[in-house]
């Protein structure tokens, strides 16, 4: 009987190999593809593709954007999540739906409703152009289309876990007199660390990689307005495949320290939400 | 301001964090889409209808909706083999595996794309066998299931796993017990089970497919009418300043994805009914 509760070893066999020939034709391959053609000219023209001038404007660029987009989701993601987790009120589930619309807009669609609102012949265009503001074409745009598409990350990921939670713990150091920064900062902050760390992860890793958005808004001027993903479509685009690759293994780098850390953080929350279960998995 | 329900509003911070919130979100989300209405709205019926029928746009639906179908479909397939081996099964590598299924989610769009080309191109790796097999992949609409294919890989295992890891081993036992082998007790026992949350995954995936762009330009080879996607379109007409004609296509492709994700909320609910104990 217990032999019926499995499949037979044949159809075990079977399976793994489909799902494994499966995911290394459309997971490995393509990574692998991209280091090997990275370093196809050896490893001085790989880092000779990263240190040139344009692309080091366009990690700069990455980096800088990155460094605006994930912070103002941040505190975003933290004051909604407190607001919707902590209390009830009128119009939650609404607002819920709102801020997961981002998500539901198709990349190009993200870059475009900017150009509409600031592009020449956008909504504000004209007041711009009279005031000599560039938006569109400029970094404030690039900025602007990727703070929309990470919009909904961190606050996605903390509302479930706070509202698991409960308000007890608050309640209770309410009650002790403690002020609300108080309670943030020494109750409710330690709690939820793991799902910020991992909202955080995610909406980085979606700010640094954006392409179709940015894509709209960037008008792709060489050391200017380039982000690491569009200089590597232009390099690709110019036939230069291998600094194309070198520069697109920097975001291939990228997304494996996410898994990787994302695969951290997943498996200390599991650990932390039994903290008397020794992890075995360590092993 | 709205009111907090009295029992909960022990805490501090309600009105300063809702109102934060909602700032934000009008600011940042909602004024910059209702750019979307407001020019839809300026456009009348007319130029709006002749210029999301016109051919070229209708071809761009016809792939991409096709597409998007096929490579949902396939995920739809290995997905459930995915989900299940990484479920049910125990072997080497498996922490590895698991944490590699999330790698669409994670390689930003443009790197997928340059890679699918080089793989599949010609004197690629896996093009160049294809290509003596007859069979051509990279810019043919082929190639453009395959980009999508790997955009959507994550949903339909990421939505059936957690389903199959909380299947109620019981009931297979009963099923087992009662006389059924391992393959009526999987069709008539585990299927129905795992049914919404299925149907889940891969409209998550279809939908996402729906507006993908960065990893198919790169192998779709983008020839009007045969493998032009609709998003490509829309950045056509904007680089041509038809904000108009790009913003009805846009409203169209917007419009699909709504109703998608409404039928998808509805499947949920489904799944999450058909979850809860009896």
Redo the contacts between chains.
């Keep these: 009987?217990r032999r019926?509760?499995?499949?037979?070893p044949a159809?075990?066999g079977a399976?793994?190999a489909?799902?494994?020939v499966?995911?290394a034709?459309?997971?490995?391959?393509?990574?692998a593809?991209?280091f090997a053609?990275a370093l196809e000219k050896g490893f001085a023209a790989y880092l000779a593709a990263l240190r040139e001038p344009d692309a080091w404007a366009a990690i700069r660029l990455t980096l800088l954007t990155a460094a605006i987009a994930v912070p103002?989701n941040l505190?975003?993601g933290l004051?909604?999540s407190?607001?919707?987790a902590?209390?009830?009120?009128?119009?939650k589930g609404t607002?819920l739906t709102?801020?997961d619309?981002?998500f539901?807009?198709?990349?190009?669609?993200s870059g475009?409703?900017?150009?509409?609102?600031f592009?020449?012949?956008?909504?504000l265009g004209p007041f711009l152009g009279a005031h000599d503001l560039k938006v569109i074409f400029a970094v404030p745009g690039i900025v602007?289309a990727t703070?929309?598409v990470t919009?909904p990350f961190v606050a996605r990921e903390l509302i479930p876990v706070m509202e698991t939670l409960g308000?007890e713990e608050?309640?209770a150091a309410?009650?002790l007199g403690a002020?609300?920064g108080q309670?943030?900062l020494r109750v409710t902050l330690p709690n939820v660390k793991w799902g910020v760390l991992y909202g955080v992860i995610?909406c980085n890793?979606r700010a640094?990689?954006?392409?179709?958005a940015v894509?709209?808004v960037s008008g792709h001027i060489r050391g200017l307005t380039n982000t690491?993903?569009?200089h590597?479509?232009i390099l690709?685009n110019e036939y230069d495949?291998q600094a194309?690759?070198a520069v697109?293994s920097l975001?291939?780098c990228?997304?494996?320290v996410?898994?990787?850390a994302?695969?951290v953080v997943e498996w200390r929350s599991r650990r932390a939400a039994r903290p008397d279960e020794p992890a075995r998995?360590a092993a | 301001m709205m009111s907090a329900s009295p029992r909960r509003r022990v805490l501090p911070g309600f009105g300063l964090t809702l109102g934060f919130t909602i700032f934000y979100l009008s600011l940042i989300v909602l004024l910059p889409l209702s750019t979307l209405a407001l020019k839809t709205a300026s456009m009348g019926w007319g130029p709006f209808w002749a210029t999301v029928t016109s051919p070229r746009v209708l071809a761009s639906y016809r792939l991409t909706f096709g597409a998007s179908l096929v490579a949902a479909a396939l995920n739809g397939v290995f997905g459930l083999v995915v989900a299940w081996v990484l479920a049910r099964y125990r072997f080497p590598g498996q922490r590895i595996v698991d944490a590699l299924v999330d790698l669409p989610f994670a390689l930003p769009t443009a790197v997928a794309g340059i890679a699918l080309t080089s793989l599949y191109s010609p004197n690629g790796w896996l093009g160049g066998p294809l290509e003596t097999l007859g069979l051509k992949v990279a810019f043919t609409p082929l190639g453009i299931v395959v980009a999508l294919t790997f955009i959507g890989l994550p949903f339909v295992v990421r939505t059936l796993q957690p389903v199959i890891e909380d299947l109620d081993v019981e009931s297979e036992e009963a099923a087992a017990s009662l006389g059924a082998g391992r393959r009526q007790t999987f069709a008539h026992v585990i299927l129905p089970a795992l049914l919404p949350a299925w149907l889940t995954g891969f409209a998550l995936a279809f939908a996402r497919a729906l507006g993908e762009y960065g990893s198919v330009v790169f192998i779709a080879g983008n020839m009007p009418m045969r493998t032009e996607i609709t998003s490509l379109l829309i950045i056509t007409k904007l680089e041509q300043y038809d904000y108009a004609g790009a913003t009805a296509i846009a409203v169209v492709m917007l419009v699909a994805s709504f109703v998608l994700l409404g039928a998808i909320n509805r499947l949920q609910s489904w799944a999450s009914r058909r979850g809860a104990p009896a």
Excluded: D
Aim: glycine share 6%; proline share 6%.
């Design positions: 009987m019926a509760l499995t499949e037979p159809v075990r399976l793994l489909v799902a494994i499966f995911l034709v459309f997971l490995v391959l393509p990574l593809a991209v053609q103002l505190v975003f004051a909604a407190w607001a919707i902590k209390f009830e009120f009128p119009g607002l709102l801020i619309l981002p539901a807009v198709s990349p190009v669609i475009m409703i900017f150009v509409l609102l592009g020449r012949q956008g909504l602007l703070v929309f919009f308000n608050e309640e309410r009650v002020g609300g309670i943030f995610l890793a640094m990689g954006e392409f179709g894509s709209v690491i993903p569009l590597v479509e690709y495949f194309a690759f697109a975001l291939a990228l997304a494996l996410t898994l990787l994302k695969s998995e």
